[in-house]
């Protein structure tokens, strides 16, 4: 490392950010900026530790410890420190394709596993990598760079998440033809609509989705495949279709009074609000034309809508709700139920839109102030963490919003249709008959908030089954994807040496449909001898090395909607390594990393 004492030499600083009291008063970003010279210091302290943790990637105690995209941290904090900040941002852009994204809204695990946390604190990484790209933006190295060649492969990817934009952009590199599908009126997933602007503002979003779109990947709006289009026409056009729809069917609090009004899934609530903020600031692509320049079913998907919901619209369903009821907080009391980043966000957007009062009720038992003898380093802390949102509340209403061991009992209405407030019912948590622990409630600590507006922010239980069942995929015990050895399968059947025996390039179209760049290459089995690395691994020949693989014939998934709820930068290692075996899938071998 450049400076051997940086760690010693200087001490942890993160940017400043605006005043709480004033960044409510706004839906923009609120951490300021910080000068080369400090960054530079702060990049200083990353440490010759011989044996980085920081950017191990491997899930410990049930978390990840160190960065899921097996970011290459020390390289490119030396580079900073060097002042080589464009060779910095290569070294960022090597593993990780969206650094302006994780940069803004990864909890860091890297942080967590960073040596010199062990006995002092961790080294600012997540600032440094939000700095090295932004940097890169300002100076106008980032630019759209388009493959040389074409394959004449075709690729659909459903979902335009983390993990759906990481696979296009990785396959859109190796020179396949990518359409990605997506059901909302924008594309990014949740990016776009699961994460308010002032966490990641949507402009920064949609920089990256036109970088993507001037690198020749085509983008399609307001269309769900298998209602809006049939899944069978998406297979029939393409060579492989990627499931990247994420983990979007939301837990239940199944409680008496749970038909009320105004008792919402956080992320409806945190989806309603940017549509609004988004409709009121006249953001970009403001209209509700389907986004496409596909030839292909996505372009009648322009021309045609099923007779679902009458016909209407994503854009029209939402209008029509918000015709008849706004869905905000302004002026009333909430109760936000569950913790995590989802939590957090619901309680700094009810702030921003001007409530009454925001609680926020927690099961677990509040985390200790510092790790505990179970959670020793490089695993993730579980220490309490005061986030944004937090902050905020206890700056307006003078404390911290969060009930730790409280548990929502039922939902009370004075006319029966709308909820008027949450009984609560303090818990403890004991062992249960098995062992485990159970909550248990404590007699006589009953307790009612007031709440007009009651949001669940309970996480997800896995992705929607819809599209699932239609390509009868196999799903594993929590209603996930499987996937992962089905390549044998595949190959068993013998569909591979029908393949090769055909030169087919597509779900039953000819090469020729392909166009040029695919005439005379034929598709080689799961395992061929001229892949280069193996696929699972140098030398593996064996196909259930497919880590991707679904059980249906050319059909991968990536993200959420395979490994269930998860981080970002898990979403976008997860559309990377699907998207190499999709290429190995397409051509026998990948150059793709």
Same mark, same amino acid.
């Given at each position: 490392?450049?400076?051997?004492?940086?760690?010693?030499?200087?001490?942890?600083?993160?940017?400043?950010?605006?005043?709480?009291?004033?960044?409510?008063?706004?839906?923009?970003?609120?951490?300021?900026?910080?000068?080369?010279?400090?960054?530079?210091?702060?990049?200083?302290?990353?440490?010759?530790?011989?044996?980085?943790?920081?950017?191990?990637?491997?899930?410990?105690?049930?978390?990840?410890?160190?960065?899921?995209?097996?970011?290459?941290?020390?390289?490119?904090?030396?580079?900073?420190?060097?002042?080589?900040?464009?060779?910095?941002?290569?070294?960022?852009?090597?593993?990780?394709?969206?650094?302006?994204?994780?940069?803004?809204?990864?909890?860091?695990?890297?942080?967590?596993?960073?040596? !010199? &946390? %062990?006995?002092?604190?961790?080294?600012?990484?997540?600032? +440094? $990598? #939000?700095?090295? @790209?932004? =940097?890169?933006?300002?100076?106008?190295?980032?630019?759209?760079?388009?493959?040389?060649?074409?394959?004449?492969?075709?690729?659909?990817?459903?979902?335009?998440?983390?993990?759906?934009?990481?696979?296009?952009?990785?396959?859109?590199?190796?020179?396949?033809?990518?359409?990605?599908?997506?059901?909302?009126?924008?594309? !990014? &997933? %949740?990016?776009?609509?699961?994460?308010?602007?002032?966490? +990641? $503002? #949507?402009?920064? @979003?949609? =920089?990256?989705?036109?970088?993507?779109?001037?690198?020749?990947?085509?983008?399609?709006?307001?269309?769900?495949?298998?209602?809006?289009?049939?899944?069978?026409?998406?297979?029939?056009?393409?060579?492989?279709?990627?499931?990247?729809?994420?983990?979007?069917?939301?837990?239940?609090?199944?409680?008496?009074?749970?038909?009320?009004?105004?008792?919402?899934?956080?992320?409806?609530?945190?989806?309603?609000?940017?549509?609004?903020?988004?409709?009121?600031?006249?953001?970009?692509?403001?209209?509700?034309?389907?986004?496409?320049?596909?030839?292909?079913?996505?372009?009648?998907?322009?021309?045609?809508?099923?007779?679902?919901?009458?016909?209407?619209?994503?854009?029209?369903?939402?209008?029509?709700?918000?015709?008849?009821?706004?869905?905000?907080?302004?002026?009333?009391?909430?109760?936000?139920?569950?913790?995590?980043?989802?939590?957090?966000?619901?309680?700094?957007?009810?702030?921003?839109?001007?409530?009454?009062?925001?609680?926020?009720?927690?099961?677990?038992?509040?985390?200790?102030?510092?790790?505990?003898?179970?959670?020793?380093?490089?695993?993730?802390?579980?220490?309490?963490?005061?986030?944004?949102?937090?902050?905020?509340?206890?700056?307006?209403?003078?404390?911290?919003?969060?009930?730790?061991?409280?548990?929502?009992?039922?939902?009370?209405?004075?006319?029966?249709?709308?909820?008027?407030?949450?009984?609560?019912?303090?818990?403890?948590?004991?062992?249960?008959?098995?062992?485990?622990?159970?909550?248990?409630?404590?007699?006589?600590?009953?307790?009612?908030?007031?709440?007009?507006?009651?949001?669940?922010?309970?996480?997800?239980?896995?992705?929607?089954?819809?599209?699932?069942?239609?390509?009868?995929?196999?799903?594993?015990?929590?209603?996930?994807?499987?996937?992962?050895?089905?390549?044998?399968?595949?190959?068993?059947?013998?569909?591979?040496?029908?393949?090769?025996?055909?030169?087919?390039?597509?779900?039953?179209?000819?090469?020729?449909?392909?166009?040029?760049?695919?005439?005379?290459?034929?598709?080689?089995?799961?395992?061929?001898?001229?892949?280069?690395?193996?696929?699972?691994?140098?030398?593996?020949?064996?196909?259930?090395?497919?880590?991707?693989?679904?059980?249906?014939?050319?059909?991968?998934?990536?993200?959420?909607?395979?490994?269930?709820?998860?981080?970002?930068?898990?979403?976008?290692?997860?559309?990377?390594?699907?998207?190499?075996?999709?290429?190995?899938?397409?051509?026998?071998?990948?150059?793709?990393?």
């Amino acid at each position: 490392m450049g400076k051997a004492t940086g760690f010693l030499d200087y001490s942890r600083v993160t940017p400043s950010e605006d005043g709480a009291l004033e960044r409510i008063e706004h839906w923009n970003e609120f951490a300021e900026k910080m000068d080369g010279e400090h960054l530079r210091q702060q990049a200083a302290r990353c440490m010759d530790c011989g044996t980085p943790y920081c950017h191990a990637g491997r899930i410990l105690s049930g978390m990840a410890a160190g960065c899921p995209l097996n970011n290459l941290i020390p390289e490119w904090n030396d580079l900073v420190f060097r002042g080589d900040w464009r060779n910095a941002l290569d070294r960022l852009h090597k593993r990780n394709n969206f650094p302006e994204f994780t940069g803004r809204v990864c909890p860091a695990p890297c942080e967590g596993s960073c040596t !010199g &946390g %062990l006995i002092g604190s961790p080294v600012t990484i997540k600032s +440094l $990598e #939000k700095s090295i @790209v932004d =940097r890169g933006f300002e100076e106008g190295w980032i630019v759209p760079e388009p493959p040389l060649r074409r394959t004449g492969r075709k690729v659909a990817v459903i979902g335009s998440g983390p993990a759906g934009l990481a696979c296009a952009a990785q396959l859109n590199k190796a020179g396949h033809t990518v359409t990605v599908y997506e059901r909302a009126d924008r594309i !990014g &997933g %949740l990016l776009t609509y699961g994460i308010p602007n002032m966490k +990641l $503002e #949507k402009k920064t @979003v949609q =920089r990256r989705v036109d970088l993507l779109e001037a690198e020749g990947i085509v983008f399609v709006t307001n269309t769900e495949v298998g209602r809006d289009i049939p899944v069978w026409q998406v297979r029939a056009h393409h060579d492989a279709i990627v499931l990247a729809g994420g983990a979007t069917a939301a837990r239940e609090l199944t409680i008496e009074g749970r038909g009320l009004d105004g008792i919402h899934q956080a992320m409806d609530y945190l989806t309603a609000s940017t549509k609004k903020m988004l409709s009121d600031s006249g953001s970009y692509a403001d209209s509700g034309e389907k986004r496409t320049n596909d030839d292909g079913p996505a372009k009648q998907a322009t021309r045609r809508t099923l007779d679902l919901n009458n016909g209407a619209t994503n854009r029209e369903r939402y209008s029509a709700f918000t015709a008849k009821k706004e869905l905000s907080a302004a002026g009333r009391d909430v109760v936000v139920i569950g913790g995590g980043d989802t939590g957090t966000d619901c309680v700094a957007t009810a702030l921003r839109q001007g409530c009454r009062s925001v609680v926020q009720l927690e099961i677990m038992p509040e985390p200790p102030s510092a790790r505990p003898a179970d959670n020793p380093w490089p695993e993730y802390p579980r220490v309490k963490k005061t986030d944004y949102g937090q902050r905020e509340a206890e700056a307006v209403q003078g404390q911290d919003p969060r009930r730790y061991m409280t548990s929502a009992k039922r939902f009370l209405s004075e006319t029966g249709e709308s909820v008027c407030g949450v009984q609560t019912v303090r818990i403890e948590w004991r062992s249960g008959p098995d062992g485990r622990p159970m909550p248990y409630e404590v007699p006589g600590s009953e307790e009612v908030f007031p709440a007009q507006l009651v949001l669940l922010a309970l996480g997800f239980t896995g992705p929607e089954q819809l599209l699932l069942q239609q390509l009868e995929l196999e799903s594993d015990a929590r209603s996930n994807v499987h996937t992962g050895g089905h390549g044998r399968e595949w190959a068993s059947r013998g569909e591979a040496a029908a393949w090769r025996a055909r030169g087919a390039t597509s779900f039953g179209a000819s090469s020729a449909e392909a166009g040029g760049a695919g005439r005379g290459v034929t598709r080689l089995p799961f395992g061929a001898s001229s892949s280069p690395a193996g696929l699972g691994g140098p030398g593996s020949s064996d196909p259930v090395a497919f880590l991707y693989a679904t059980s249906a014939e050319g059909i991968f998934a990536a993200g959420d909607m395979r490994r269930g709820q998860s981080l970002v930068a898990w979403a976008i290692r997860e559309g990377r390594e699907a998207a190499r075996e999709v290429d190995r899938y397409l051509t026998g071998g990948t150059g793709l990393h």
